[in-house]
């Protein structure tokens, strides 16, 4: 019994050793943004007293706001702006509030305003983004998040109910817990540091910035005649379903939290909703912390649903990205002007 509990306590105190060392190393060197993301960061971080406006979203507002034009629309509407895109492809809520965290740790000391894609949280991540995408982002208040939602999806289940969950969301639990642990424990990290790697995940810096280094890319051209087909009948289902539709819990706290870094770092929030085929408006459980500009309705705004607009069911084409970039620029200023 003695042999037993002086095993255990080996074994405790290799542990918190462990962690206590995770934590120390944790703290002097931070989790190794990954390709995709890191060139926005890091000349984002160069160039951060340039920026007045920011607009942090997936690669619907990537591919879809130009700021040279975003720029010049809101200066002939008598509120110049300068703005950088910081849309990343596939940044869904948390990782978004992650990356955001990050803009705002640069202290940018002209910002004012945050255009922030309104999403809900997935507890579930594309694999082939690799695991380095995936692990970053995964501290604890993220990695909490991810887990909430797998227990609870739609933000209103009864405790009982989560419990029931834990074998249905065992592998989206196991998945982030995993995560969160190599995040923590900086596994790889050493590596990570290696010339090869620095230059690795800087390699398509130019093309992740694109042409004119403001963050904006263009998505490609319009669909396929045969791709237009099953879109149409996608959209014509998002449209004859859509209703409102409350934000989950956790979602919903993400949001009123991000609102609430941006205000502390100075600047002002509004929420974003692309022109995507999802057709249900979001809504949060009270009131918005932000105000919040939406596209997703192709009955008031048909323009850019036409399939001829679109690269495919979340993309628009060039000269629609334009137009949006405008439309998008106007309604900015209008919501802006308000007290």
């Given at each position: 019994?003695?042999?037993r509990?002086?095993?255990?306590g080996?074994?405790?105190i290799?542990?918190i050793?462990?962690?206590?060392?995770?934590?120390?190393?944790h703290?002097?060197?931070p989790?190794?943004?990954p390709?995709?993301?890191?060139?926005?960061?890091?000349?984002?971080?160069?160039?951060?007293?340039?920026?007045d406006?920011v607009?942090?979203?997936?690669?619907?507002?990537y591919?879809?706001?130009?700021?040279?034009?975003?720029?010049?629309?809101?200066r002939?509407?008598?509120?110049?702006?300068?703005?950088?895109?910081?849309?990343?492809?596939?940044?869904?809520?948390?990782?978004n509030?992650?990356v955001?965290?990050?803009?705002?740790?640069?202290?940018?000391k002209k910002l004012?305003?945050?255009?922030?894609e309104?999403?809900?949280?997935?507890a579930?991540?594309f694999?082939?983004?690799?695991?380095?995408?995936a692990?970053?982002?995964?501290?604890?208040p993220?990695?909490?998040?991810?887990?909430?939602?797998?227990?609870?999806?739609?933000?209103?289940?009864?405790w009982?109910?989560?419990?029931?969950r834990?074998?249905?969301?065992?592998?989206d639990?196991a998945?982030?817990?995993?995560?969160?642990?190599?995040q923590?424990?900086?596994?790889g990290?050493?590596?990570d540091?290696?010339?090869?790697?620095?230059?690795?995940?800087?390699?398509?810096?130019a093309v992740?910035?694109?042409p004119?280094?403001?963050g904006?890319r263009?998505?490609?051209?319009a669909?396929?005649?045969?791709?237009?087909?099953?879109y149409?009948?996608?959209?014509?289902?998002?449209?004859?379903q859509?209703?409102?539709?409350?934000?989950?819990?956790?979602?919903?706290?993400?949001y009123?939290?991000?609102?609430g870094?941006?205000?502390?770092?100075?600047?002002?929030?509004i929420?974003v909703v692309?022109?995507?085929?999802?057709?249900?408006?979001?809504?949060f459980?009270?009131?918005s912390?932000?105000?919040i500009i939406a596209?997703?309705?192709?009955?008031?705004?048909?323009?850019?649903?036409?399939?001829?607009?679109?690269?495919?069911?979340?993309?628009?084409v060039r000269?629609?990205?334009?137009?949006?970039?405008?439309?998008?620029?106007?309604?900015?200023?209008?919501?802006a002007?308000?007290?």
């Amino acid at each position: 019994m003695t042999a037993r509990l002086r095993n255990c306590g080996s074994v405790a105190i290799g542990l918190i050793a462990f962690i206590a060392t995770s934590a120390v190393i944790h703290s002097f060197l931070p989790p190794m943004v990954p390709k995709g993301v890191a060139a926005k960061l890091k000349y984002f971080t160069e160039h951060k007293d340039e920026f007045d406006t920011v607009i942090v979203g997936t690669s619907q507002l990537y591919y879809s706001v130009s700021p040279k034009i975003f720029d010049a629309t809101t200066r002939e509407n008598g509120m110049p702006t300068r703005t950088f895109n910081f849309g990343i492809d596939a940044m869904h809520p948390p990782e978004n509030f992650y990356v955001l965290d990050q803009i705002l740790k640069t202290k940018p000391k002209k910002l004012k305003w945050v255009l922030l894609e309104l999403g809900e949280v997935r507890a579930r991540w594309f694999k082939i983004l690799g695991t380095q995408r995936a692990v970053y982002w995964h501290d604890w208040p993220r990695t909490e998040m991810t887990v909430k939602k797998a227990l609870d999806p739609r933000g209103d289940a009864k405790w009982y109910i989560q419990i029931t969950r834990l074998w249905l969301a065992r592998r989206d639990l196991a998945w982030n817990l995993g995560l969160f642990a190599k995040q923590f424990a900086n596994v790889g990290r050493v590596a990570d540091l290696l010339p090869a790697a620095e230059q690795e995940r800087f390699a398509d810096s130019a093309v992740e910035l694109g042409p004119a280094g403001d963050g904006y890319r263009i998505a490609g051209e319009a669909m396929s005649a045969e791709r237009a087909v099953s879109y149409q009948q996608w959209l014509a289902r998002e449209i004859s379903q859509a209703r409102p539709k409350p934000l989950d819990r956790v979602t919903d706290q993400g949001y009123h939290e991000a609102a609430g870094h941006i205000r502390a770092a100075g600047a002002k929030s509004i929420f974003v909703v692309t022109p995507m085929i999802f057709q249900s408006p979001l809504q949060f459980r009270q009131s918005s912390p932000s105000p919040i500009i939406a596209f997703n309705d192709a009955g008031r705004f048909p323009e850019y649903y036409d399939s001829k607009a679109r690269v495919d069911e979340s993309h628009l084409v060039r000269e629609a990205a334009e137009k949006f970039t405008i439309a998008l620029a106007r309604e900015f200023v209008r919501q802006a002007a308000q007290p």
